[in-house]
């Protein structure tokens, strides 16, 4: 991709890594509905008269916090992507560390670089576990 970019070769690869990260990400959405313990489940079907009340009254009221942290961690693995993606060619934080710290071998800005990325990480994970805890029955 960096000798010959080009559209094509770009959108095979994001085609190829979404394709993993389907995989992934497809199978943290079946384990936050297989926590949900199955009496809730039952419960919600039994007392609600319609499909969307037992959704938005029993169901989702118990899957959210697991489906925020699943959000959460699909945020940080778009953080992840996009500084990949500066590798070939796609901009950003990634470019700059490659082009400016590791190319020209000036360290301290690839340090600095990869420091933002750390605290931008540590941000989103703190953000998403307070959501987590704010939404979590007990």
Aim: charged share 10%; proline share 3%; no cysteine.
């Amino acid at each position: 991709l960096v000798e010959a970019p080009s559209f094509q070769r770009m959108l095979a690869v994001e085609l190829w890594l979404a394709f993993f990260y389907s995989m992934y990400n497809g199978a943290m959405i079946v384990y936050v509905t297989e926590v949900m313990p199955v009496e809730v489940r039952t419960a919600g079907f039994s007392l609600s008269y319609s499909l969307s009340q037992t959704i938005f009254g029993a169901v989702l009221p118990e899957a959210f916090p697991g489906l925020l942290a699943a959000t959460t961690v699909t945020a940080i693995a778009l953080v992840s992507y996009a500084a990949m993606s500066g590798v070939i060619g796609g901009g950003g934080l990634g470019d700059l560390a490659i082009r400016f710290g590791y190319q020209r071998f000036q360290t301290d800005v690839m340090f600095v670089t990869v420091a933002i990325l750390l605290v931008l990480v540590q941000l989103l994970q703190a953000f998403g576990d307070r959501l987590v805890h704010r939404f979590t029955r007990s």
